[in-house]
């Protein structure tokens, strides 16, 4: 089986990635799979891509899909094609077309319903667009990654059968996330363990919301800190909103800290383990891995209720959740604050969520229920060809 995606690692920056690279991880054990990704150089049951030179400063699209033409290539001879992202799906849909071999998509976001990424790809974003629609109808098998995004799937490709799109929702390594009772990560960020504080992990994106956060963020308790840890704005303008943003905040307030550089896993689970709360003010989210990363450290959430994020937080038992109207911001704004105070204010609720979170995490979100559910559906894929 070929498996193809953007992220692979070292090169992880999303939820995508996680996803792939803990799938691949665990399907090792149950097919035989080649990961194809984007980047330089091979490892074992890895080969990377890359756009050629004279593709340098393109639109991205056109690299993208410069990537998909070199890894449909590369797959020759595989039974079955997996993709991952709009980055891969007509690489997935080329060799279907090409060899004959099935292929199965995984959607863990939809283009249709993420009209902002038009500032980063400009009329590149058409070309996603047209990249993910062919290859999602063409698709033997469509995986969503939770029941709101099957349903997501279904009202932007009505031409799709629904008979071909199947729930399989996302896991969580309750190994590598898992509370650490260490501080040392914390102390060398600046972070006072003896305050509470707030944590937001994501990229500076639109989808995320990162600025509904820091525009919530001037209204909570002055002894709770917020700890930032965002990178890879999608523009420039988003980066200079973000920047200012966070500059208002900081002049207001205290304990305000920012991290922009990606941060090793270790290090995350161990601010997620001493967050009062962690914070996912996402506008869409299909899923949302990173919160399950939250739960799994037992730590309580607060999210806006959107995509799938309500089928990962149990409202009332391992978090809090704030509807989010697009028309009313503020309203989501002054609601984020309250559930943030909430729980900050109330340590033991916060703890016991905490321990809900985690409870749940390791009962329901194994990756190795994910791998068998995704290698079923390979065998049934493979058996109606």
């Known amino acids: ?101 099935p292929h199965v998509l995984t959607a863990h976001s939809l283009e249709p319903l993420r009209p902002w990424k038009a500032e980063q790809l400009g009329g590149g974003y058409a070309l996603s667009s047209w990249a993910e629609r062919t290859a999602m109808e063409s698709a033997d098998a469509v995986v969503a990654v939770s029941d709101g995004m099957r349903r997501d799937i279904l009202d932007c490709y009505p031409a799709l059968d629904p008979d071909r799109v199947h729930v399989i929702r996302n896991g969580i390594d309750t190994t590598a996330y898992r509370p650490d009772p260490r501080t040392d990560a914390l102390s060398r960020i600046g972070v006072d363990p003896t305050r509470p504080y707030a944590l937001f992990v994501g990229r500076i994106t639109r989808q995320k919301g990162v600025p509904h956060l820091l525009r919530a963020a001037r209204t909570i308790d002055p002894a709770v800190q917020l700890v930032l840890c965002a990178g890879a704005p ?119 969520m905490g321990e809900a979170g985690r409870d749940r995490a390791v009962r329901e979100f194994g990756w190795d229920t994910v791998a068998r559910r995704t290698a079923d559906l390979y065998s049934a894929v493979l058996g109606g060809s």
């Not at 665990?26 to 799979?33: C, S």
């Not at 590369?74 to 997996?82: F, K, N, P, S, T």
């Not at 900081?250 to 962690?278: C, E, K, S, Y």
């Not at 911001?329 to 033991?348: C, N, Q, V, W």
Request: hydrophobic share 45%; aromatic share 6%.
């Open 1 to 101: 089986m070929g498996l193809l995606t953007r992220e692979y690692p070292p090169d992880v920056y999303g939820g995508a990635g996680v996803h792939v690279e803990f799938l691949a991880r665990e399907l090792r054990a149950l097919v035989d799979v080649e990961v194809h990704c984007w980047g330089e150089g091979g490892d074992d049951g890895v080969i990377r891509h890359r756009a050629p030179a004279s593709l340098e400063g393109a639109n991205d699209a056109l690299r993208t899909f410069a990537v998909d033409l070199a890894m449909a290539a590369a797959v020759q001879g595989r039974d079955l094609v997996h993709s991952h992202t709009w980055y891969a799906n007509l690489g997935g849909h080329v060799s279907k077309l090409l060899y004959g071999m």
């Open 234 to 352: 999608d523009t420039p303008a988003l980066d200079r909103e973000f920047r200012g943003l966070f500059d208002e905040l900081n002049a207001v307030r205290d304990g305000v800290h920012w991290i922009p550089a990606m941060l090793p896993r270790p290090v995350v689970a161990q601010l997620l383990t001493h967050a009062t709360v962690f914070v996912c003010p996402s506008v869409y989210e299909p899923l949302g891995i990173v919160n399950l990363e939250a739960m799994a450290c037992g730590t309580a959430v607060v999210a806006s209720a959107v995509g799938g994020i309500p089928e990962v937080v149990d409202d009332g038992v391992t978090g809090l959740l704030v509807p989010y109207d697009e028309g009313q911001p503020e309203a989501f704004e002054t609601a984020l604050a309250a559930a943030i105070d909430r729980l900050a204010g109330d340590p033991d609720t916060a703890a016991r």
